[in-house]
Nanobody, 120 residues
Framework: QVQLVESGGGLVKPGGSLRLSCAAS????????MSWYCQAPGKERELVAA????????NYADSVKGRFTISRDNAKNTVFLQMNNLKPEDTAVYYC?????????????WGQGTQVTVSS
């Protein structure tokens, strides 16, 4: 059974930090590129950060560059999102996403999400 389980969300004051984790199971984690998406109330889900299957390549939304860092530990089947200098506009549900292309077919998995609220 495939699972992506996010943790680490919560309530934090502006300027604070959180570290999100996403623990994967039920598939070969190291074969998949991993991403974090966020969805604020009334808005579409959008990409926050992505990392390649072996961790050699990352990319970020412009709004989080210099503040967020995505990383992964393939030995522990876990991807992380270090979030620093948080702003109220970062408030959203954060989702973990796994994707790979296998013989032309795209295989994807989503986690259930973790709430991040930035408020004083």
């Amino acid at each position: 059974q495939v699972q992506l389980v996010e943790s680490g969300g919560g309530l934090v004051k502006p300027g604070g930090s959180l570290r999100l984790s996403c623990a994967a199971s039920g598939f070969t984690f190291s074969d998949y590129a991993m991403s974090w998406y966020c969805q604020a109330p009334g808005k579409e889900r959008e990409l926050v950060a992505a990392i390649s299957s072996v961790g050699g390549s990352t990319n970020y939304a412009d709004s989080v560059k210099g503040r967020f860092t995505i990383s992964r530990d393939n030995a522990k089947n876990t991807v992380f999102l270090q979030m620093n200098n948080l702003k109220p506009e970062d408030t959203a549900v954060y989702y973990c996403y796994a994707v790979k292309t296998d013989e032309g077919a795209v295989v994807t998995y989503w986690g259930q999400g973790t709430q991040v609220t930035v408020s004083s």
